[in-house]
């Protein structure tokens, strides 16, 4: 009697089962987030229960008027400014160590958040708009344009001769030291009162969330994440070097500078909104990167669901930590992100040493 082997699975089906495998983890983590979102709104200083949070989302007609304002006026904003943000940061995040081809880039560590910082902190506390008339929204826009001009800035370096990718990160990292002197120096000579408001703001917090911002948050992610998407496949090659990405007819330099302003936008107006809010952008994508790979097809998307769901479970952090104080979510992310940034840069260390 002869014994025949199994059929080996063909390389067509490896590939249909990693794809299987990678949607239903897409799905568990979207899942996850909805979840996560619904707890962060039926938790608060309220007390209130389950069914009447649940009944003022679903019908706010049946609901009692406290609830529902409480509800719809107050942590609903919250929470999906929490999710918002959490997936700009991470697009953000991702999309910046893929076009640097470095672990460690992220808005924070290239020095977008700290020109954001120093953009409104012009603003609180000499009063000064860099974009006039609009008073209104003077340190929100004040943080948006010095975030974007960071980032242009850095490009520019990319665009001189001999400049490597490294050299980019380098300049960020010295952006991010520079704005932080300034911020230092504004810091001292402010009042006693601007001075309690931008430590406040420069700590993260969600607390300012409305719907008009969650709306604007919604928009920037609308018109950069398509774009991501439409480039998918040739940032796929530029994570194999830029020689590479150039013999597959890719436009590097074109493609770099496209990216990085997206994710400037991105990171900008999440920055703008809550504050400086860190290593969002730098843990998201690593998580989505080891449970699904490079494929931005697929690395995108797990980046963006990873970023929301660890800022909407910092946001519940935030509120149950400490029973009745709300904490600043940028502390709680910088206690998360900061082991995982230097496990980070022992792994490089010894990738580099052997």
């Not at 996850?32 to 069914?51: M, N, Q, R």
């Not at 999906?80 to 991702?94: E, K, N, Q």
């Not at 008073?135 to 665009?159: D, G, K, Q, Y």
Request: proline share 4%.
């Amino acid at each position: 009697m002869t014994v025949t082997a199994a059929p080996s699975l063909t390389s067509v089906d490896h590939y249909l089962k990693r794809r299987r495998r990678h949607m239903l983890l897409l799905i568990a983590t979207a899942i996850l987030t909805v979840i996560s979102l619904f707890t962060d709104v039926a938790i608060g200083p309220g007390g209130y229960p389950l069914s009447e949070v649940l009944q003022a989302i679903v019908s706010p007609a049946d609901a009692s008027r406290i609830v529902g304002v409480v509800i719809w006026d107050i942590r609903l904003p919250v929470a999906l400014m929490a999710i918002v943000v959490g997936m700009s940061l991470a697009s953000a995040g991702a999309e910046m160590q893929t076009i640097l081809n470095n672990p460690l880039a992220d808005p924070f560590t290239l020095g977008v958040s700290a020109a954001a910082s120093f953009g409104a902190a012009l603003a609180i506390v000499l009063g000064i708009g860099l974009f006039p008339g609009a008073e209104a929204l003077l340190t929100t826009l004040n943080a948006f344009i010095m975030a974007m001009l960071a980032s242009l800035l850095i490009w520019l370096v990319s665009r001189l001769r001999g400049v490597s990718v490294q050299t980019m990160v380098l300049m960020g990292i010295a952006l991010m030291f520079f704005f932080n002197a300034l911020l230092g120096v504004l810091q001292y000579v402010a009042s006693e009162q601007s001075l309690q408001q931008l430590v406040f703001w420069s700590l993260g917090s969600l607390s300012r969330a409305s719907w008009p911002k969650v709306g604007i948050a919604v928009a920037a992610l609308v018109l950069t994440l398509p774009v991501f998407f439409i480039a998918g496949w040739r940032l796929t090659a530029l994570r194999m070097g830029d020689l590479q990405a150039r013999a597959m007819g890719v436009n590097v330099a074109r493609l770099r500078l496209l990216v990085l302003l997206c994710s400037s936008l991105l990171a900008a107006t999440a920055v703008a909104f809550v504050g400086t809010i860190g290593f969002i952008g730098l843990v998201g994508p690593h998580i989505a990167r080891l449970l699904v790979g490079e494929d931005q097809r697929v690395f995108l998307p797990m980046s963006a669901l990873t970023g929301a769901l660890l800022m909407s479970l910092t946001s519940i952090a935030s509120k149950t930590i400490i029973p009745g104080v709300l904490l600043p979510i940028g502390i709680l992310t910088a206690l998360i992100g900061l082991p995982f940034f230097v496990s980070l840069i022992l792994k490089s260390r010894r990738e580099v040493w052997g």
